[in-house]
């Protein structure tokens, strides 16, 4: 007997990416200019589709659970796919040589930054792509100066809001590591896990 699933859409994907970074339904529906009650419709069909729970809800709002941050990368990384998928059988236009300074803290380099450049460069193939490593602040500053073009780092400690744009592609959930056999792994266990988002 053949058993049916319904498969989420991309636009479930745009949905739920866009709730889980406003934090509301609301604040979701405005960003993308439709109806809550569509959002709302979507998040519940991909929820039950997955089957887990992405977010817990509240009167505030949303508060996107453990299993929702996991599936926030893996619904990222497949609408890049189907971005760079579509740019492959775009019209071939030469793209003229440039440069492009980036800025990255070593927190986020290793998790982001090989796939991030490797998507920018098979976009942009004659852009010469030149890195800095260093903290936050000395970034930020670097920023404000027009120094770099962009920078990859946590949102969350930025001092200067108003002069930087920031656009988020990446949360991720708070873990606590501890050795086998610490006296509070068993207490961490038996408490549900609690994410909380960078920005």
């Known amino acids: 007997m053949l058993k049916c699933t319904m498969a ?13 970074e406003e934090g509301t339904v609301s604040g979701a529906a405005q960003s993308l200019s439709i109806s809550q009650s569509a959002v709302t419709e979507a998040i519940k069909e991909l929820e039950g589709d997955l089957g887990v729970a992405l977010f817990e809800r509240h009167r505030r709002g949303l508060t996107i659970t453990h299993k929702g941050h996991q599936f926030y990368r893996h619904a990222n ?3 890049g796919s189907v971005s760079d998928a579509r740019r492959s059988f775009a019209p071939e236009q030469a ?23 490797a998507r920018y460069r ?13 903290n936050g602040d ?25 002069a930087l744009q920031a656009e988020i592609f990446e949360t991720s959930p708070y873990r606590l590591w501890l050795p086998l056999g610490h006296r509070l792994a068993d207490a961490t266990l038996s408490r549900s896990p609690t994410s909380c988002p960078s920005r």
């Open 95 to 117: 793209s003229a040589p440039g440069s492009l300074q980036l800025g990255v803290t070593s927190l986020v380099a290793g998790y982001v930054l090989s796939d991030l450049l």
């Open 8 to 20: 989420f859409t991309l636009r479930q994907l745009q949905y739920f990416i866009a709730v889980a």
């Open 122 to 134: 098979r976009a942009y193939p004659n852009i010469n792509v030149s890195a800095i490593e260093d």
């Open 77 to 79: 990384r497949i609408l």
């Open 138 to 162: 000395y970034l930020e500053h670097l920023l404000v100066g027009g120094e770099l073009d962009v920078a990859v780092m946590v949102i969350s400690n930025l001092r200067d809001r108003v």
